[in-house]
């Protein structure tokens, strides 16, 4: 056995006791192994292996019965390399303990098709050749809840001892309340290099967001949401209840999203979508008309589980008509108002049970499809979004899994392999998941998207 010293990272952190490596598979669950610390230098320099059927499992873990993945090329093996994050802290465990990110390739140095990781750096690509850079910022919309029962509750206050019974958006007693959590959440975001910003207190029982600032590098983006997602849930158990993702765990309140914001930079860095007026630049509007054509076909990417289409519904803080706006929330592609040198699109239709890649990627390969385009949106609308005849999004678990497969858009934004890999997930979660009472499905997604 090795006994070489780790450099690095590790080296400057001689408290850790044994580290993990870990990969994002297609339903955003990190999959990885445990490795002592005396090996660790060998995840540095060689990285690990996985079967590539690991990126393709369903959402209990389970092989896809008909993946080519599994039993068709004998479950080979792919080659995990570390991402250039490198090793971050593990602040929820109990003893200290690092992760390594990591992504796969094959064997002769090809990135993996079906990693969605790699999915969003292929689109990132197609915008370094225009010279372009996408600047993202992602909003993480999340609940704090009491399972220690089966009628899940809002935590029971450390300050009052009491358990709020309404909403309390933008509460400043809520955020007082749970005060020591955040102060350790945000701790651990800073020892993880996650640049979490502001936190307010949302419109649901134990509802809570947190900004995750804009930057010009999207894969950092989206490890940020991936990474973030894995230490709240884990500081949460450390304070008796759970934090979740899960798009809509109380049927009375607003559910989670998780919206997404994005410039596009220049090679000399300015803002493509900037013109210096109130209504932004064509480019702005190009992007724009190619993210409502291709939502229908992303769907699934921005509603992955069946919950999540309980979150999808009129007058419950969630878009389902397709139109874009200026200064309006009820639409589905809002651009804010503020300086024209920061003029971005939001794009709002997303649960915060979508895999963060997988978002970004297909966020931001529409947007640049349009561009690319020169596509023109139809008229802006004013007022209540809710209340118009507008194209609709797929309503149904089943229909975004159809439309998914066969739309012509999903081949403009995503691998064709991935596609295929995630069609067979979901139809396989699709079938399986009618043998689950409510009870189930709830233990099911409550702790894992």
């Not at 509603?303 to 289409?309: D, Q, R």
Request: charged share 20%.
């Amino acid at each position: 056995m090795s006994d070489e010293a780790p450099a690095g990272w590790l080296h400057d952190h001689p408290e850790i006791h044994s580290v993990r490596a870990a990969a994002c598979d297609l339903n955003g669950q990190a999959r990885g192994k445990r490795i002592p610390r005396r090996f660790a230098h060998k995840l540095e320099t060689d990285g690990t292996r996985f079967p590539f059927s690991i990126l393709n499992l369903d959402i209990w873990g389970e092989d896809i019965e008909d993946s080519p993945l599994v039993f068709d090329t004998g479950d080979a093996d792919g080659i995990l390399k570390p991402t250039e994050r490198g090793f971050v802290p593990m602040p929820w465990l109990a003893t200290p303990t690092a992760l390594l990110p990591v992504w796969m390739y094959h064997e002769d140095g090809r990135p993996f098709a079906g990693d969605p990781r790699h999915a969003l750096a292929a689109v990132l690509a197609r915008y370094a050749k225009h010279g372009l850079t996408p600047v993202v910022a992602t909003e993480m919309e999340f609940y704090l809840i009491d399972d220690s029962t089966r009628q899940l509750r809002a935590p029971i206050s450390p300050v009052s001892g009491k358990r709020r019974p309404g909403a309390e958006t933008l509460s400043m007693r809520q955020l007082d309340a749970f005060d020591m959590f955040f102060t350790q959440l945000y701790d651990a975001c800073e020892a993880m290099d996650i640049p979490a910003n502001t936190a307010i207190s949302e419109a649901g029982i134990g509802q809570f967001e947190i900004d995750l600032s804009h930057q010009p590098d999207a894969l950092k983006a989206a490890d940020d949401a991936w990474l973030f997602k894995l230490a709240l849930r884990g500081l949460a158990r450390q304070h008796g209840f759970a934090a979740s993702f899960m798009a809509k765990p109380y049927p009375d309140y607003a559910g989670n999203g998780m919206h997404v914001h994005f410039s596009v930079l220049d090679a000399d860095g300015a803002n493509v979508f900037d013109d210096g007026g109130s209504e932004g630049s064509d480019m702005l509007r190009h992007a724009v008309a190619g993210l409502l054509a291709a939502a229908p076909a992303s769907t699934l990417v921005f509603a992955p589980h069946l919950n999540s289409y309980d979150r999808l519904v009129p007058g419950a803080h969630a878009p389902t008509g397709l139109a874009w706006a200026y200064e309006n929330r009820t639409s589905a592609i809002r651009i804010p108002s503020g300086p024209t040198a920061a003029r971005r699109i939001e794009h709002r239709i997303s649960g915060g049970d979508a895999n963060p890649y997988l978002l970004l990627a297909s966020i931001l390969a529409a947007a640049l499809q349009g561009i690319e385009d020169a596509q023109d949106p139809p008229p802006p609308i004013t007022g209540n979004a809710y209340a118009m005849n507008l194209p609709q999004i797929p309503s149904r678990w089943a229909e975004a899994i159809d439309r998914f497969e066969s739309d012509p858009w999903s081949a403009r934004l995503l691998p064709s392999a991935l596609i295929r890999n995630l069609v067979l997930t979901k139809r396989q979660e699709l079938r399986d998941i009618d043998a689950l009472t409510e009870d189930e499905r709830m233990d099911l997604y409550l702790d894992t998207v």
